[in-house]
T-cell receptor
Framework: DAGVIQSPRHEVTEMGQEVTLRCKPISGHNSLFWYRQTMMRGLELLIY????????DSGMPEDRFSAKMPNASFSTLKIQPSEPRDSAVYFC?????????????FGSGTQLSVL | AQTVTQSQPEMSVQEAETVTLSCTYDTSENNYYLFWYKQPPSRQMILVIR??????QNATENRFSVNFQKAAKSFSLKISDSQLGDTAMYFC???????????FGGGTRVLVKP
């Protein structure tokens, strides 16, 4: 099992540019989560999907952020336009079900720097 | 809303010694789950240990054990026989008994010294 796969590992972009982060969850997992990690705010849940449907997007900071899950094996987090304050590590995680108490498996994250 | 607090920003310990990390949380829920995750320099979040609130017995995973005090809403992690590979950030996390969203504490950096 390859685990949760995120790409790219690092992304450097200029303010105003569109950024797309990608995630492939573990096969068979039907819950997917996007987290953001910053020094100031720690780890924050942005959005999560169950069976490809967004369940809770209350953590998405603003309309510049959007997330999609077109199928069970792929999700994207898009920022358009990007701003320096979006600089952070973005993690994707998946879990086998929506059942309470399930362990989350995390990817290695994407380090985003917006100049 | 739930909150998770880790009051120790950084701890250091000598190799082979024991270190205890504190975590407190605030919730009105009666059933929930608590986790400790490790984040080494490689950045990946790795589950260390998991506790179900309705179980009184403290969870143990090899050198890692917890002291779960439900009434005090406390969930500390003890690392015994510390190894250099234990050097990492450690995050305490809370999950309600419905759905599987994790709420994280601010983290404690652990440095194991040779």
């Amino acid at each position: 099992d390859a685990g949760v796969i995120q790409s790219p590992r690092h992304e450097v972009t200029e303010m105003g540019q569109e950024v797309t982060l990608r995630c492939k969850p573990i096969s068979g997992h039907n819950s997917l989560f996007w987290y953001r990690q910053t020094m100031m705010r720690g780890l924050e849940l942005l959005i999560y999907f169950n069976n490809n449907v967004p369940i809770d997007d209350s953590g998405m900071p603003e309309d510049r952020f959007s997330a999609k899950m077109p199928n069970a094996s792929f999700s994207t987090l898009k920022i358009q336009p990007s701003e320096p304050r979006d600089s952070a590590v973005y993690f994707c995680a998946s879990s086998p079900s929506r059942r309470a108490g399930e362990k989350l498996f995390f990817g290695s994250g994407t380090q985003l720097s917006v100049l | 809303a739930q909150t998770v607090t880790q009051s120790q920003p950084e701890m250091s310990v000598q190799e082979a010694e024991t270190v205890t990390l504190s975590c407190t949380y605030d919730t009105s829920e009666n059933n929930y789950y608590l986790f400790w995750y490790k984040q080494p320099p490689s950045r990946q979040m790795i589950l260390v240990i998991r506790q179900e609130a309705y179980k009184q017995q403290n969870a143990t995973e090899n050198r890692f054990s917890v002291n779960f005090q439900k009434a005090a809403k406390s969930f500390s992690l003890k690392i015994s026989d510390s190894q250099l590979g234990d050097t990492a950030m450690y995050f305490c996390a809370f999950m309600k008994d419905a759905g599987n969203k994790l709420t994280f504490g601010g983290g404690t950096r652990v440095l194991v010294k040779p």
